[in-house]
């Protein structure tokens, strides 16, 4: 697996190699700060989707602090997400529900749906009014 970067930004995922395995369930842990609205937008997300995760206030736990440092390039970026020993910087709720797919699948709901790449085109393009072409 090359990068968990949706985006396409390199920058913002650290790459993960297929050798990675937890050897016991591995937890979700959201490294986050007050008043971030990207973190308050994962955290609200995970809550309503019913994924178990550990949060960590990177302003009242150092050590929590030094981890986001050490994945995050020497800065404090937050929302930052461990799954297992997987870190990602920055990343929705799709990237780390794909990620737990993975490494740490109790975590995931069952009902879960990764969304549909094109479906957002589809819409636009309808509500404008234009012909969609199958691809």
């Known amino acids: 697996m090359a990068s968990l970067a949706a985006s396409g930004d ?10 990675r395995s937890c050897p016991r369930p591995c937890e979700i842990v959201v490294y986050w700060r007050p008043g971030c609205m990207f973190c308050s ?3 609200r997300q995970l ?3 019913g994924v178990p995760h550990r949060r960590v206030n990177i302003w009242d736990d150092a050590i929590g602090a030094a981890r986001v440092r050490a ?7 937050v929302p930052t997400v461990d799954v297992g020993d997987v870190p990602l910087v920055n990343p929705d ?3 780390v529900l794909a990620t737990a797919a993975r ?15 094109g479906r957002l085109r589809k819409w636009l393009l309808g509500r ?4 969609v072409v199958a691809q």
Do not use: I, K
Not at 10 to 19: E, I, Q
């Open 41 to 43: 937008s994962l955290l």
């Open 47 to 49: 809550r309503r989707r």
């Open 10 to 19: 390199s920058r913002r995922h650290r790459d993960v190699s297929n050798s």
């Open 128 to 131: 404008l009014g234009a012909r």
């Open 103 to 117: 490494y740490a699948p109790d975590a995931v709901p069952a009902d879960y749906e990764p969304p549909q790449p």
């Open 93 to 95: 709720v799709h990237t």
């Open 71 to 77: 994945v995050a390039h020497g800065n404090e970026t």
